[in-house]
């Protein structure tokens, strides 16, 4: 029976270590929810009923139709009321007319698996949406559209834009999903984030803003429009905010008609390669969501809920393939503590004080210098109160309504009936947990590989010709990341050594002298033009430069992106200029356009047997492995490779760059999701291209579980939320609560705790990478625990 390791510190103070053992359980399916949406200065009304909602981002492109029922169900186990999703337009409109809704493209099978487990959806269709998703979700053949600005008051743009739009709204209203349809689309947005860029289109700026929303608003969906990031957003389309502290920063909707929604809280960040995964606090999320509902916000959707996967060539510039995956569900779909845990008793806390909240009178008044109180009262008595501490250093003792209330640093405490603490966002006692990658497959044995090397085009083996450098992505027109510029010229000189220089405006470029590599250079995300200099060796006589540029990634924000650029501005050898001179080009490489990564396709290329004594550069490996057994996620750990792109049976799992080091001198990603949806039991075939120089044989195949969980709980922590207890008596709700706090396991779904690895209440020291028992410890401690929670899924500790 597989064996997953938990650790779990608790308090007084409590320590535990499990493992855990396999069993299943089944979640129960909801129905779908329907009807009228309005809103006021409040809130969203649906069905005549004010609603605080809490949202979820899950892009159903990010993970495969076969993750989507557990992944939406994790999102509702977690407190959330929406799902919410962008639409993105280049993966169903790749080529004009031509629409693709199958597979992971398939939106609507994606909003009606939301409806069945009872949730709401808002759709975001853009269709502009950013989102580090390749040229910002827009097709690259809108560039090539005659007289097209992109997102202007346009007419070819607003042509596209408005066919598209009405679209996916006539294919949302056909399959009855808008909620005035009974369907549970309550939400919609047109555009995105596009007051950032606004003043750069002058006055055709607001002329857009105006158009867009009475166009979205003209196709009678029957449910709310918002903007993000927009605060002219006409009336009736609602302003809402994005960011990490809308409480503290947002000035607010742009009419006290309309109600406070926060469309984007970020969880953590993007992440490009090169930099370190930012971690953003459960405590810190916790706070600003409080805050916001403080100050009247009765909407929070937190992007991302669950990130996932950019497969193919989907990320836009410099972007990982994984995507968020520090968010409450990482890019496998398993629960990240605490953050998951801590949200979901906050949206608990909060769900508590919703009658006040949308029914009562508000007022704020200061509880010290760094201290406030916001109090709603409702109209039949009922109280709920927020106590802010603003200060990050100290914590701070406040007296509200005649009582004392401690408050840690930077904090709220929630109390729903106004005498009572359920929640304090900086009080976290959630467990916390870590994953682990199990080795199932090493891919070590040189036998089972192939191989197969790209041939350097020279100018005579091309067939695009110019007598200038051409931009890179108007030429590749997005069919592919790479561009050969190829060039020849006579060099008659006794002095074979000479300078070659050339400037790109990025992303990657590799330079082959004479069929022979000589030196690769890159930009950034932030920097993407770069200039590669190098001492080369030529012939005396005619010499063939092959210059292959690479994108990593199109472009996804700022103004007129329809003008960004990429590739070659300028080549010099020695003292010689060849910017102007007869080039040839070759749009991608030869195993793409034979797609030798697909089983069809492998059969187009000789593949050789691997040998490892000669590695070079644009080499294609193939192999085959078995699929792990189980259900747990599966991922290639690419650490021993370097920069290109890998496939498992003809499916991209995306670009991978290893070689590139962040500044603690780490690849940004190692580890690669495959979906269990790609594979076959048995021979399944992964094909890499490798631009660089890296090692096949060091792959492994592993699975990801969750594997040590810890909580730790003293005296001043509360109990759960869940504890306590709404009554009616006589028009009045009672709230009571449990009275000590305590610390509840949680195994992974499917699994039961097998053994207890530590247990100590009492002064136990450490956390959950290092434990020990303190001065004081209680004997008896692992007993106790062990009959509380051996071969169960669950268990608590008072």
């Not at 701070?396 to 840690?408: D, G, H, R």
């Not at 470029?509 to 995300?525: C, I, K, Q």
């Not at 430069?545 to 329809?562: C, E, H, K, N, R």
Request: glycine residues 8%.
């Amino acid at each position: 029976m597989a064996m997953v390791q938990l650790l779990l510190l608790l308090s007084w103070w409590f320590v535990l270590m499990m493992a855990v053992a396999n069993g299943r359980s089944s979640d129960e399916e909801g129905k779908g929810k329907g009807g009228s949406v309005t809103y006021d200065g409040r809130s969203l009304i649906i069905n005549g009923q004010h609603q605080i909602l809490f949202s979820a981002s899950i892009h159903y492109p990010r993970s495969t139709p076969q993750m989507w029922p557990s992944l939406i169900a994790k999102a509702k186990e977690g407190g959330v009321d929406v799902i919410q999703t962008y639409v993105f337009w280049n993966l169903h409109e790749p080529q004009q007319g031509q629409y693709k809704f199958s597979e992971r493209r398939d939106i609507v099978r994606f909003i009606k698996e939301i409806q069945s487990q009872g949730l709401y959806a808002c759709l975001r269709i853009g269709p502009f949406i950013e989102g580090e998703w390749t040229y910002g979700g827009l097709p690259f053949w809108l560039h090539d559209v005659p007289g097209i600005v992109f997102r202007s008051d346009n007419e070819p743009f607003k042509n596209h834009m408005q066919r598209f739009v009405t679209k996916i709204v006539s294919l949302m209203k056909s399959e009855n999903l808008f909620a005035s349809q009974g369907g549970p689309i309550i939400l919609s947005q047109i555009e995105n984030e596009y007051g950032t860029v606004e003043p750069a289109y002058h006055e055709k700026g607001p002329r857009y803003v105006r158009w867009a929303a009475k166009m979205a608003v003209g196709l009678q969906t029957g449910t709310p429009w918002v903007m993000c990031k927009q605060d002219d957003a006409p009336d009736p389309v609602i302003n809402a905010c994005n960011g990490m502290r809308c409480g503290e920063t947002w000035k607010g909707p742009n009419s006290p008609d309309k109600p406070a929604i926060w469309t984007e809280n970020w969880t953590s960040f993007y992440q490009v390669y090169g930099t370190e995964p930012y971690l953003r606090s459960a405590k810190d999320i916790a706070f600003h969501v409080a805050l916001f509902i403080a100050k009247n916000g009765s909407y929070v959707n937190y992007y991302m809920y669950h990130g996932g996967t950019n497969f193919g060539r989907t990320a836009s510039s410099f972007m990982l393939t994984s995507y968020y995956d520090q968010a409450p569900l990482d890019e496998f779909g398993l629960i990240r503590e605490p953050k998951w845990g801590h949200l979901k008793e906050l949206h608990a806390a909060i769900k508590l004080c919703s009658k006040p909240l949308l029914t009562g009178g508000y007022e704020t008044f200061p509880l010290g210098q760094l201290q406030e109180a916001y109090v709603f009262k409702g109209n039949a008595g009922e109280c709920a109160a927020f106590l802010v501490n603003n200060d990050d250093r100290k914590s701070s003792t406040v007296v509200f309504q005649n009582s004392s209330y401690e408050l840690p640093p930077k904090s709220i405490s929630i109390l729903p009936d106004c005498k009572t603490v359920a929640f304090n966002t900086a009080k976290v006692s959630t467990q916390i947990n870590t994953r682990s990658m199990t080795i199932r497959h090493k891919l070590h044995s040189k036998e089972t590989w192939e191989e197969y090397t790209e041939t350097i085009p020279n100018f005579d083996n091309t067939s695009l010709r110019a007598k200038t450098l051409l931009e890179h992505m108007n030429t590749t027109k997005d069919t592919s990341d790479y561009l050969w510029y190829t060039f020849r010229f006579q060099h008659n000189s006794s002095d074979a050594q000479s300078i070659l220089s050339v400037q790109s405006h990025g992303h990657v470029l590799h330079a082959f002298v004479n069929g022979e590599f000589t030196r690769s250079a890159h930009g950034s995300r932030d920097n993407p033009s770069f200039t590669l200099e190098n001492t080369v060796n030529l012939n005396d006589g005619m010499n063939d430069i092959a210059l292959l540029s690479a994108t990593v990634g199109l472009p996804d924000s700022g103004a007129y992106l329809q003008r960004k650029v990429a590739g070659l501005r300028s080549v010099r050898v020695q003292d010689k200029y060849f910017t102007n001179y007869d080039w040839g080009y070759q749009v991608g490489l030869i195993g793409e356009k034979l797609q030798i990564y697909k089983k069809h396709g492998s059969s187009n290329v000789q593949w050789r047997r691997f040998r490892n004594s000669i590695p070079r550069q644009l080499t294609w490996y193939k192999t085959v492995f078995d699929t792990p057994a189980g259900d747990d996620p599966i991922a290639l750990n690419l650490n021993s490779m370097g920069k290109g792109e890998a496939w498992v049976n003809g499916e991209s799992i995306g670009r991978y760059w290893v070689s590139l080091k962040t500044p603690k001198g780490n690849p940004s990603q190692t580890w690669y999701h495959v979906p269990r949806s790609f594979l076959k039991n048995t021979k399944n075939q992964l094909v890499l291209l490798e631009e660089e120089t890296g090692n096949p044989l060091e792959i492994t195949i592993a699975t990801i579980a969750i594997t040590k969980v810890y909580g730790h709980v003293n005296n001043s922590h509360l109990p759960r939320v869940s504890s306590w207890v709404r009554q009616s008596q006589r028009g009045d709700t009672n709230i009571k609560k449990q009275q000590r706090p305590e610390v509840q396991l949680n195994c992974p779904q499917g699994r039961n705790i097998s053994k207890i690895l530590f247990a100590s209440f009492g002064t136990p020291k450490g956390d959950y990478k290092s434990y020990a028992m303190g001065s004081c410890h209680s004997s008896n401690s692992r007993a106790i625990v062990e009959k509380a929670c051996i071969g169960k899924g669950r268990c608590s500790v008072p």
